[in-house]
């Protein structure tokens, strides 16, 4: 089993910033592809943001394009999603996932496993 300890999430203005966390194993970080799925109210989990682990691709949702960024950090052992600019629409329960493998994927059904989720709330 793969660990996924989130952190990070919370109430924050419109156009304001947050940073979520996912800690995990080194070698995870280092070598499984990564990504940032969320849940809004009465809506399907959507792909947010991905990348491979070795910096050569990174992919984001069309709805967070320019706004916000994964990235990682090796020796924290730690993804991150930075995110700007935040809008309501951006409210929900956002998870962390990672595959077995390093290929970049943006549909769910390919993660092999999950974090708990965080909860981020925008609000007007």
């Known amino acids: 089993q793969v660990p996924l300890v989130q952190s990070g999430g919370g109430f924050i203005a419109v156009g304001g910033s947050l940073r979520l966390s996912c800690l995990t194993s080194?070698?995870?970080?280092?070598?499984?592809?990564m990504g940032w799925f969320r849940r809004a109210p009465r809506k399907e989990r959507e792909f947010v943001a991905a990348?491979?682990?070795?910096?050569?691709?990174?992919t984001y949702g069309d709805s967070v394009k320019g706004r916000f960024t994964i990235s990682r950090d090796t020796v924290k052992n730690t993804l991150y999603l930075q995110m700007n600019s935040l809008k309501p629409e951006d409210t929900g329960v956002y998870y962390c996932?990672?595959?077995?493998?390093?290929?970049?994927?943006?549909?769910?059904?390919?993660?092999?496993?999950w974090g708990e989720g965080d909860e981020v709330t925008v609000s007007s």
């Open positions: 080194r070698r995870t970080i280092t070598s499984q592809a």
């Open positions: 996932a990672a595959r077995r493998q390093s290929t970049v994927a943006t549909s769910r059904e390919f993660y092999d496993y």
């Open positions: 990348d491979n682990g070795v910096g050569e691709r990174v």
